[in-house]
């Protein structure tokens, strides 16, 4: 299996590579997992909001109005997109970038979160 690049550390003067989706070494997970907490109340409950509206739409445009999930791409399978996923977690350290967001298909969506319930609880 191929691995990944290992990129620096996203924290103020660690010079650490990682591997980590998160953008921060094993040393600074918690460094993440706080700048994602700050973030979110910063944006308040955000999701309504106009800016993210106006993102999701260019999502859903880049998309095409298809859902972009994993499970649809690897079977090839073609859905109708309802929502916009972040492909890593805002809990994980995921931005609300273009390059982490895509659009996915309610039930879709729907699964990913179960299943990610389900890998957490275990
Ligand atoms: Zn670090
Ligand atoms: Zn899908």
């Known amino acids: 299996m191929p ?8 924290a103020q003067g660690c010079r650490s590579l990682h591997r980590n989706s998160n953008g921060y070494c094993d ?13 979110a109340t910063r944006k308040g409950s955000g999701r309504g ?5 106006r ?3 260019r999502v859903m445009k880049r ?36 390059a982490n967001l895509r ?4 039930d879709c969506h729907k699964e990913k979160t179960q299943r990610e319930s389900k890998s957490i609880k275990k």
């Open 63 to 98: 998309d095409q109005y298809l859902c972009r999930c994993d499970e649809c791409i690897r079977l090839d399978r073609i859905r109708e997109a309802h929502e916009v996923d972040h492909i890593v977690a805002l809990a994980l350290g995921g931005t609300d970038e273009p």
């Open 3 to 10: 691995l990944r690049p290992q990129r620096p550390c996203r």
């Open 103 to 106: 659009a996915i298909n309610r």
């Open 55 to 57: 993102l999701r739409d």
């Open 27 to 39: 040393g600074h997970a918690e460094v993440a997992v706080e700048q994602a907490k700050a973030w």
């Open 49 to 53: 909001g106009r800016p993210w509206r």
